[in-house]
């Protein structure tokens, strides 16, 4: 019987260079920008959860990174959004470090309904029913990510069944509101940036 051969490990530090460029991914490329790094866990776990579909049930421990990235989109959005509001209506707060998505939601519907951009409506309240049961269900952002909390109770008990495939399609269309909404912030920032600009000239030029 021929004795076990071990793998022969890759050389080199973990983050090397690659052979060539065209395959590699260039970090701190631009800019920090919060919907960047939203978009990002978004789309990979779109190309994760794609292929279950057709693999009829999934293991449990095969979902909970997809709905880890998530629900990491939905917390980078609000925060994005919410920077973005605070400076059209000039109230600018650094992101906040915590991780519940209820009070990120709150605040996002109370300043775009300050901003006039938005009223209350349908879709709004549907978009905020379902970040409202996601941070039910993961109000720390540790559910996904470890088996027991610090007491050592499990994170997930009972058992639920769910869809992972109608979780992806629900979290296409709170991506939608959510870049929908970024746009029209977007605009109306836009134009209040150009009239503070042209306020500034005049008023150096005076």
Not at 11 to 26: E, K, R
Not at 167 to 183: L, N
Request: net charge negative; glycine share 10%.
């Amino acid at each position: 019987m021929p004795r076990y051969q071990p793998p022969s490990l890759p050389s080199g530090p973990l983050f090397a260079a690659p052979a060539d460029a065209a395959t590699g991914v260039l970090l701190g490329s631009s800019q920090p920008n919060w919907y960047t790094f939203a978009s990002g866990y978004k789309l990979a776990a779109d190309l994760l959860a794609a292929p279950l579909g057709e693999r009829g049930v999934v293991a449990e421990h095969v979902c909970l990174p997809i709905l880890f990235l998530y629900r990491h989109f939905v917390e980078l959005s609000l925060k994005a959004l919410l920077l973005d509001l605070g400076e059209l209506i000039d109230h600018v707060e650094p992101a906040s470090p915590k991780h519940p998505l209820r009070p990120l939601w709150e605040r996002f519907v109370t300043r775009l309904q300050a901003t006039g951009v938005a009223r209350p409506d349908s879709w709004l309240d549907q978009i905020g029913s379902w970040v409202l049961e996601l941070d039910g269900l993961d109000s720390r952002s540790f559910t996904f990510r470890y088996p027991v909390d610090t007491a050592g109770k499990a994170m997930l008990a009972g058992g639920q069944l769910i869809d992972i495939g109608h979780v992806a399609a629900v979290m296409s269309e709170i991506a939608g509101i959510f870049i929908g909404a970024a746009e029209v912030i977007g605009q109306h920032l836009d134009i209040k940036r150009d009239l503070e600009d042209e306020f500034a000239g005049e008023y150096h030029n005076g």
